[in-house]
């Protein structure tokens, strides 16, 4: 057996141990879950392989509802994150969407670069452009990893604010949908989140330009 055969295969046998587990403490919990699911939280993170959305707040399958992209961007052309958005919102009816970057992210460092990278240079031009709009915030700063850190949290409001202008959240609104789209940072090197105090949970703390007129009714 091959090595990369081998390693697939294990993990293989740690999701049997995992399930295991699982159904050990609480034999219905499979057999309910696959019934239906009913999280109250949306969760936008970055693809980042060492920001696992459920561990790192300590929920179970099922109880959260989660989109990964490079970044963790909210982008308005993105069906892939409106069509998630648009499911968690209307039918799963979740209360708060989490917008969840983190330090050291690097797309976001790569943003702040010349460097051609490829497609996803496109995919990072908002961010590019953040870091050219915000240069007075970068001033004090001496280290390349301040400077990274500071626009990942620039990031993070930016895309609460994204998803605020979207008419899905502010159709939501509109309905008297309690809902609450929120601004978070994971620390990598310490395991811990930080709520970036950015919370919008109505149209009216939108500036007018970007508060549509939707008939509630």
Known sequence: MSKDVKSLQELIENNRKWASDISEKDPDFFP??????????????????????????????????????VANMVVHTDMNLLSVLQYAVEVLKVRHIIVCGHYGCGGVAAAMKNQKLGLIDNWLLEIRDLYHDKQDMFKGLRSESEKVDTLCELNVVRQVNNLSHTSIVQDAWAKGQKLAVHGWIYGLKDGKVNNLNVTVNESNQLSDIFRLDIDSK
Request: proline content about 8%; overall charge negative.
């Open 32 to 69: 309910t879950l696959a019934k239906q699911q009913a999280p109250d939280y949306l969760w936008i993170g970055c693809s980042d392989s060492r920001v696992p959305a459920n561990e790192i707040v300590g929920l179970l399958p099922g109880e959260l509802f989660v989109h990964r992209n």
